[in-house]
């Protein structure tokens, strides 16, 4: 798979370590958001929202990817 | 009171078919990381020290008096000279020297060999001189610039160099034994 | 045997190689399999279940039967295809998978009880008595089961894997990949035609057909050569293009020295990873197996390898040969083989008209009903109109049609379609984004079609990346296509195979459906048929056919099973090429490693590191010993050890203060200059992630360490807060790990030790947990005052090419006043007596409550992990939490061992904690350990039992403060 990193290109996977759902972080006291926020994910077949760390330069890439194809819908970009 | 010897980053540099290798010598190292809305007030300031631009994405910048590596968003290496003191406050100024193990690779075998460790596309039409890219070598991080049609430099952290020296050496090796 | 002229071998060089022991001669160009039959030699191996005898079934990548063992000894490589490994002097071949000879296989018992071994008998069988299973069943079967053998040295070579990027891959030389390859070519496109053959040219190499007016071979060669003298064309020869991979990335296994014979430094296989913007597809096809009873006798082979071997190779693979199929090609087969002196004693064609010929008898509409012959065919039963009848034949060439190979094409998830008319499944559209297939691949079947087709692939793909397709050259070739026969599934009286590998007939595939296993990919797993090493390239369209004939669907087999890399077999050895030994993954070492392991120090890895374990001293005869001596060392003289594998992060900026707030628990904020606070990080989950130190340089400048293994997480996780979480604040950091040595100094004479590296001493005055710049040795370094032993300690910092010299100086002063350097066996007791903890206590389980630093989670912030922290789970006073443990009669405790009441069932249900490190404390002479313990701080002064079942251990242990030596920390505030 090839992902896209805003400041480097089109590089190979290996190069990136995934990190999650591109989630809004709610903050606060504990309850029903945060526990969503921490502990509960969507798994679409489909169009995912997601995080990436590309590792040699240190960018957090977000990315909308296919889970059934794994076309980037939206490449890389700033968080 | 007796100094202390500076250790270099490679004991011993192998002599390996295709490929030639040397220890870069840069000297001093600065990391230069501009803080928010002080990257063209930098940038102008640079130009008239040094004559060169804060690096763009992928550039390595070149001048008598200093080199400006790229190394990352918002990071670059200034490399030969101290930083002038007007940067402090401007940008996050962090010594680096030293912490890299620096090898110039040169010779007919150098593309060859590199198309087996780095997995970026390192041919001249794509990546000309003066280009540089954060990306792997082997499983290291690593800075790969090129500086010549046959020339490149390959930058892993100071602790990995034997690893540096083992990988080129078994694909320099390989690379030659090709029937 | 070989036929006096032709072939594209070298004739003037002999070569000789081994098979089975026995000698057999070879020239320059040919495979094993080619100088087998050259030498008469048809019996080459044995099947899989039932051990039935094997010959040569093609003459390509897709050979079902002919799997020889490659060499001796070493690196000897099993399960090689015969019609793909090439010939070199001195090579040996061993057939597989019989015993104790090929020619007196004992397990061919097997066959015999066969009506046992039909479809999905491993789940109806040894099942009984229960206990055989493991004591008889499974230990015959696992000696039964595989083919070849590995041997445990791989030898010498070791493959590669490497890198290559292109505007356009094309997959396969024939003709319609040549043309692609040259029109994009021409254009100026960046092309890299990859051919798995040793040369290029596709079947024209195996046929008479004529291109452009040349011999095909010839009209190949003639592009070959100006596709290589382009700078912008690669033609990668021995290379198979193996998988279609997301964002046109493809995989490809080059054979660079399996040719030839094996030597240091040069690797059998490369594995490639090729990224192309656009790809062709020109696989070409395979000829399709006719299925009828007996037909997997050595003997029988495919028309088109038939024809292969006399035209490339100058060999007749028998002397009365038999033909099986229709239309033109099988003709063309039996004019080439009387050309070649071979007696044709019929052509038995299914087209009821068929004609006659001249010099041969021709059986329209007849079919093969049996053969006989046991290790090699001497007869074929066939039957026509009424009659039945025997022919003579040592070989039978048969042609059921073409398989277009479309695997790559399916790599993706889709599912190729079947195409009535052309009698084939075909590539759907679209299927891999960027790659179009042309040519035979694509169901396309004459020769000029698919140069036409290969060309306009490639020209297309060429302008859609922004090159001029250059004017259309399209040589003259033949215009017709073969002709398919009407059916290739026969119905006999004997068993009819159809997977030769795994021995499956369609008896057993009729069987599958009646049982209720009628889908593709159910019949596939009950049968086993196409889970060979050819994955079913010459069984899969026979035994869908078969299928969709029990299952009552009409027009041809209803669907395939998932197309999934590698389109061939790929060594293991390639795919993790680099990564054998000391390249698995790189290695770290600090300014510290020459000297240590000079001085003999065993290495231990922390991470990536190596540091040293503990430094042998004349007399001392097990690590303890020397442990123990570093330990007391450091507690009343002074030890030396090197920390610079902590991670070290420089925290700069405005809002430098505030990042460092919201990822530790505590506050960092109101952390004055000068000095240094121990920190804990929290998952978002509210766990402990890491410790470490907080020193602060300036009103925007910090410096925190985390531990060595988890440097390069923190990393991560500052850039996901800095970039996502809080992009609003004014902060960079960067890793300053590898820029500084660093090393403890610990011991009443510590600051006597540092005192003689120092001009100016006043740095050594910092108070408890304070920094300072200091220049040591006259070079400007930090000092920073804390302690992780309990004894008065200091950590000195000095800019990392100056590590190496420092070390040695450091340790030879610190062995002037009686101590020395001291390693990680002795840095982990010294903090185990003073209950300090490590990521044996902080391992993704523990809260800052557990072990004992709830008061450092702040109220008057927010900071990632706080409010999961504050759970009622994560609170409750029942949690297991950290305690001291001494073992009363001074047994050995492990870490990892249960905690019990006493009086309790030592069982699972009944464990109250566990021990996370235990040692042998020196300084106290007794055995010691820190563990966590339902309740624990409430139960201080209780005995309760510890087991380790593993060991047998079983102990009683004092329940104490988790803090053996001096509480208060007067020693390291001194």
């Known amino acids: 798979m090839r992902i896209r990193c805003p400041h480097c290109g089109e590089r190979d996977r290996r190069e990136f370590t995934w990190m999650g759902a591109a989630l809004e972080r709610p903050g606060g006291s504990w309850g029903e958001e945060m526990h969503a926020y921490v502990f509960l994910r969507e798994n679409p077949a489909g169009p995912l929202a997601e995080l990436w760390h590309h590792d040699p330069c240190g960018a957090m890439v977000r990315a909308v990817r296919d889970t059934r194809t794994h076309e980037m819908i939206e490449p890389g970009d700033a968080p | 009171m007796p100094r202390l010897f500076e250790a270099p980053a490679f004991a011993e540099l192998p002599a390996l078919p295709g490929l030639s290798l040397a220890e870069g010598q840069w000297g001093v190292v600065t990391e230069v990381a501009p803080f928010k809305g002080e990257l063209e007030g930098i940038s102008s300031a640079l130009q008239e020290a040094f004559g060169l631009d804060y690096p763009a994405p992928g550039e390595s910048q070149t001048g008598d008096k200093a080199r400006l590596l790229w190394v990352g968003p918002g990071r670059a290496l200034l490399i030969g000279a101290e930083p002038p003191e007007w940067l402090g406050g401007r940008a996050a100024l962090t010594g680096q020297t030293g912490a890299q193990a620096v090898l110039l690779v040169d010779g007919p075998a150098v593309e060859a060999v590199l198309a087996r460790l780095v997995p970026v596309d390192l041919s001249a039409e794509v990546f000309p001189e003066g280009r540089t890219a954060r990306t792997l070598i082997g499983h290291m991080t690593a800075s790969v610039t090129r500086l010549g049609p046959a020339t490149f430099e390959l930058v892993v952290m100071r602790s990995m160099s034997g690893s540096l020296l083992h990988d080129l050496t078994r694909t320099a090796r390989q690379v030659a034994a090709r029937p | ?271 490639w990873r090729i990224t192309a913007k656009r790809a062709v597809l020109a696989a070409g096809a395979l000829e399709r197996a006719m299925t009828f009873s007996g037909n997997d006798r050595p003997g029988v082979m495919m028309a088109s390898a038939v024809r292969a071997y006399l035209n490339r190779w100058a060999v007749a693979p028998g002397k009365e040969v038999a033909i099986f199929g229709t239309g033109r090609a099988a003709r063309a087969t039996a004019e080439q083989l009387l050309d070649a002196g071979v007696t044709v004693t019929g052509l038995i064609d299914p087209d009821p008209g068929a004609r006659e010929a001249q010099d041969y008898p021709v059986f329209p509409g007849g079919h093969v009903i049996g053969t006989h012959g046991r290790q090699g065919l001497s007869l074929v039963k066939i039957s026509h109109g009424l009659v039945e009848q025997n022919i003579r034949a040592d070989c039978l060439a048969t042609a059921g049609g073409w398989n277009p190979q479309v695997n790559i094409a399916c790599h993706q998830g889709a599912r190729p379609v079947w195409d009535a008319e052309r009698a084939a499944f075909l590539p759907p559209e679209g299927s891999v984004p960027g790659l179009t297939p042309a040519g035979s691949a694509n169901g396309t079947f004459s020769t000029a079609a698919c140069l036409t087709e290969g060309w306009r692939a490639g020209a297309i793909a060429a302008e859609d990346m922004g090159h001029k397709a250059p004017a259309a050259d399209l040589p003259e070739a033949e215009e017709e296509a073969g002709a398919t026969p009407a059916s290739w599934v026969y119905e006999g009286p004997g068993r009819a195979w159809l997977d030769f590998q795994n021995d499956v007939t369609t008896k057993d595939v009729k069987q599958s459906a009646a049982e209720g296993f009628s889908a593709p990919e159910h019949m596939k797993r009950y049968t086993t048929q196409g889970m060979a090493t050819d994955q079913g390239k010459m069984s899969n369209v026979n035994a869908l056919s078969v299928l969709a004939a029990a299952t009552g669907v009409a027009g041809g087999p209803a669907g395939t099973t998932t197309y999934r890399p590698p389109y061939v077999p790929v060594p ?305 006073p029942g949690r297991e939490r950290l305690v001291g443990l001494k073992p009363v009669d001074g047994a050995r405790l492990t870490a990892g061992g249960f905690l019990f009441s006493r009086g309790a069932a030592a069982e699972r249900v009944n464990a109250e904690g566990y021990v996370t490190s235990a040692c042998h404390s020196a300084t106290l002479g007794r055995d010691i350990a820190l563990a966590f313990l339902k309740r624990g701080p409430e139960r201080i002064g209780e005995v309760v039992r510890f087991v380790d079942h593993l060991r047998g251990t079983d102990v009683l242990c004092l329940v104490c403060e988790p803090t053996f030596i001096d509480p208060a920390g007067g020693r390291m505030r001194a």
Not at chain 3, 164 to 185: K, T
């Open chain 3, 572 to 876: 293991i050895s390639a795919m993790g090429a680099g990564a054998r030994g000391s390249g698995f993954a790189p290695i770290r070492r600090s300014a510290s490693d020459a000297a240590v392991r000079e001085r003999g120090a065993p290495m231990v890895e922390a991470g990536l590191w190596y540091r040293a374990s503990y430094f042998p001293r004349a007399g001392e005869k097990t690590w303890r010993e020397a442990c123990d001596r570093e330990v007391r060392m450091v507690r009343h003289k002074v030890g030396v050890c090197d920390v610079s594998t902590l991670g070290k992060i420089d925290v700069q900026g405005p809002d430098a203060a505030a990042f460092l707030d919201f990822v530790y628990t505590g506050a960092m904020s109101t952390l004055k200059t000068g000095r240094v606070r121990y920190g804990l990080m929290l998952r978002e989950d509210g766990y402990v992630m890491d410790d470490g130190t907080c020193a602060r340089l300036g009103d925007s400048h910090y410096l925190i360490t985390t531990t060595t293994a988890a440097a390069g997480q923190v990393m991560q996780h500052f850039d996901m807060v800095a970039q996502v979480l809080r992009p609003d604040l004014d902060v960079t950091f960067t890793s300053v790990t590898e820029a500084w040595a660093q090393f403890a100094v610990a011991g009443p004479q510590a600051r006597v030790l540092l005192r003689t590296l120092m001009e100016d001493d006043t740095p050594l005055q910092i108070p408890f947990m304070g920094v300072t710049d200091a220049r040591v040795m006259g070079v400007p370094g930090r000092l920073f005052r804390i302690s992780f032993s309990g004894e008065l300690g200091f950590e000195v910092a000095v800019p990392v090419a100056y590590g190496a010299a420092l070390w040695r100086l450091i340790v030879a002063q610190a062995e002037s006043l009686g101590g020395g350097a001291y390693g990680m066996e002795a840095l982990n007791v010294l903090r185990v007596e003073k209950g300090f903890i490590t990521h044996a206590e902080i391992d993704g389980r523990a809260t800052a409550g557990d072990i004992g630093l709830g008061s450092m989670m702040s109220t008057r912030k927010d900071y990632i992990g706080r409010a999961a922290a504050e759970r009622e789970g994560l609170t409750d």
């Open chain 3, 1 to 271: 045997m070989r036929l006096a002229t032709g072939g594209m071998i070298d004739r003037e060089t002999q070569l000789s190689f081994r098979f089975d022991g026995r000698i057999v001669h070879a020239h320059p160009g040919d495979t094993v399999a080619s100088a087998l039959l050259a030498s008469g030699i048809r019996l080459v191996g044995r099947s899989f279940k039932y051990h039935r005898p094997r010959g040569i079934l093609t003459a390509g990548s897709e050979e079902p039967n002919a799997l020889l063992t490659v060499g001796k000894g070493p690196g000897r490589e099993p399960n090689v295809r015969a019609t793909v490994q090439e010939v070199w002097d001195g090579l040996e071949t061993q057939s597989q998978n019989r015993w104790p000879a090929l020619s007196l296989d004992l397990m061919a018992v097997n066959d015999l009880a066969s009506p046992f071994f039909g479809a999905g008998f491993y789940y109806k069988t040894f099942m009984w008595p229960r206990k055989a299973w493991e004591a008889l069943y499974e230990p015959v079967i696992r000696r039964a089961a595989g083919l070849g053998a590995l041997h445990r040295d791989p030898g010498p070579g070791e493959d590669e894997k490497a890198f290559a990027f292109c505007d356009l891959l094309v997959v396969g030389g024939g003709p319609a990949g040549l043309m692609a390859a040259l029109a994009a070519g021409r254009a100026g496109a960046r092309v890299i035609l990859a051919e798995e053959d040793t040369r290029l040219g596709g079947r024209l190499l195996a046929e008479r057909e004529h291109v452009g007016g040349q011999p095909g071979a010839e009209w190949a060669a003639s592009v070959a050569a100006e596709l290589a003298a382009m700078p912008n064309v690669r033609i990668m020869t021995r290379t198979a293009v193996t998988g279609a991979y997301d964002g046109g990335t493809y995989g490809a296994l080059e054979r660079v020295g399996a040719h030839l014979a094996p030597e240091a430094d040069r690797p059998r296989y490369a594995f």
